[in-house]
């Protein structure tokens, strides 16, 4: 038995070590190497070697990020791409065709709305957002014939509802449409979509799998061999590709995720439990706490409640804002997943596409990305914020 099949009986932290690459051959090097090559010598007119022969159909760092992530999310194939969105892109129009119809979450990351709304709908891609918490929402979005994708966060973006993967993926299936969970939010080590019944994983990787916020990137996981191949094909065909240097970059953060997930989980358990006795903030959402409506779905299907806290201010949006503009130690800025805490404001930030539509989040809303600092000062810092006001 190799070393990566042996794998395939361990633990995420082993797997997301060693799965993907196996040591140098000639120099023993552990790590892979970044492959900064576009083509490769075939031995012969055709004779590829190992496969390759051109870095946007393959290139050797980033197959060892697919295989890693196709590890770690228990699926068959993984992909990696130049940035979340660019993964989401190539899965749509690899499995839908004009005349097709998708039903969203009715909170979203407002990049995954712009691009259905704006981008797809203009290829013929009709669309129906849902409460994903609700079952029967869902269902009754559902267009049978029509709906081939049912696309679900979980928890969302930006206000942590909460997704039965099982539960829908039953209702998709049933409907002959399949189940795409986004799983950036929870990550692969909180949470396996694909064990629970979903066809497709994506994932922003410059969030929680890259981590340390100086790589953009994006995967897609599947676990059949059908769909691979037409993923596969359009990511090849269409070229959004993960570089050499941004796969390593991404692989190397995958390797200490678990690591720190604990430590994400652990400081915005210490947050949120701060945040709900404050005077200053109405209501703190975290799936972590049993006052969320989908805590026991969340204590079902993931490992922990992960490093995502919004709350709502009291004093309502100016209070909001002043608050983001006030922290020393949580950084003002888009995006999320890193080892540093950042705060936005999601409704002029990274959900300002949505405003409007179905999918506005409410105005007093402040997102944390909770780091892994040292737990108390990033109470401190918030309780400062807070209090100045």
């Known amino acids: ?79 990696a791409f130049a940035s979340g969105l660019a993964a989401e892109d190539t899965l749509i129009r690899s499995l839908m065709r004009p005349g097709d119809h998708m039903v969203i979450p009715d909170d979203a990351y407002g990049g ?13 891609i009709a669309h129906t957002s849902a409460q994903v918490a609700d079952v029967d929402a869902v269902a ?25 993967i099982s539960a829908l993926a039953g209702v998709a299936h049933e409907a ?19 064990t629970l019944g979903a066809d497709a994983v994506v994932h922003s990787t410059t969030k929680y799998v890259g981590g340390h916020s100086d790589v953009v990137g994006g995967a897609v996981v599947v676990r059949d061999h059908g769909i691979a191949e037409k993923v596969g094909y359009l990511q090849n065909a269409a070229g959004a590709i993960a570089d050499p240097f941004g796969a390593w970059l991404t692989l190397r953060g995958l390797k200490t995720l678990a690591v720190r997930m604990e430590r994400h ?66 950084t003002l800025g888009e995006s999320l997943g890193g080892v540093e805490s950042l705060i936005e404001h999601p409704g002029r930030m990274t959900h300002a596409s949505v405003a409007g539509t179905d999918l506005e989040v409410p105005a007093d809303l402040v997102r944390l990305s909770v780091g892994i600092e040292y737990a108390e000062d990033l109470v401190a810092d918030l309780e400062q914020a807070l209090d100045q006001g």
């Open 140 to 164: 009754a979005a559902i267009q049978p014939g029509k709906t081939k994708l049912v696309w679900v966060e979980t928890p969302t973006n930006p206000l942590l509802n909460i997704a039965d």
């Open 265 to 330: 989980c652990d400081n915005a358990e210490r947050v949120a439990d701060f945040l709900t006795s404050h005077p200053k903030v109405g209501e703190v959402i975290y799936p972590g706490l049993e006052t969320h409506p989908g805590h026991t779905t969340a204590q079902k299907q993931m490992k922990r409640f992960g490093g995502m806290v919004s709350f709502r201010v009291t004093d309502g949006e100016a209070a909001a804002l002043a608050v983001c503009e006030r922290t020393k130690i949580f």
């Open 112 to 124: 995954t709305h712009r691009l259905i709304d704006k981008v797809e709908s203009q290829w013929g």
């Open 1 to 79: 038995m190799s070393e990566q099949q042996h794998l395939g009986k361990a633990g995420f932290e082993t797997k997301a070590i060693h799965a993907g690459y196996e040591p140098d051959p000639t120099t023993g090097a552990v790590i892979p190497p970044i492959y900064a090559t576009t083509t490769y010598k075939q031995d012969g007119v055709g004779g590829l070697r190992n496969g390759y022969e051109y870095s946007r159909s393959a290139n050797p760092t980033r197959t060892a990020l697919e295989g890693a992530l196709a590890a770690v999310e228990e699926g068959e194939k993984g992909f």
């Open 176 to 194: 002959g449409a399949l189940l795409v969970v986004d799983n950036t939010f929870a990550s692969p080590y909180l949470q396996q979509p694909l």
